[in-house]
């Protein structure tokens, strides 16, 4: 009964840290949903072919894993569509900080540092 006991804490305690880790990547979480999703349905959908016999169950599997391959297909172009315009914002942020630092040139003195100091806090330098 104790080792029943310690099984299920040491599981709570692992499914919290995994929780608190995804939290850390909603994106990773989304993803990983997703998946989990399509196998859900995936098992549901061949529990329906258990019954049909021959050429019918064939059909009937392949389609059930190609919904599955497609699901799964779908969720990791949207971790990765995810991720480009992740990059895509730092990479524009990058892009504007270096014009308005450019622009701060133009300034001598206290304008310039002033100008400067407007710069990386707008953009998080």
Partial sequence: MNKIIAT?????????MHSAAMAADPVKAQYK??????????KEAKAK????????????????????KTAIANAK??????????????????ADYKVAKEK?????????????TAAKAKYGK
């Fill in 8 to 16: 299920l804490v040491f599981s709570a305690a692992t499914l919290g």
């Fill in 33 to 42: 949903a997703a998946v989990a999703s399509a196998d859900a349905d995936y």
């Fill in 49 to 68: 072919c258990d019954p049909l016999k021959g050429n019918e169950k064939d059909v009937c599997m392949k389609e059930a894993k190609g919904a599955q």
């Fill in 77 to 94: 172009a949207a971790r990765k569509t995810t991720d480009a315009n992740k990059d895509a914002r730092a990479e524009k942020n990058d």
């Fill in 104 to 116: 701060c040139d133009a300034l001598s003195g206290a304008e310039n540092t002033k100008c400067e």
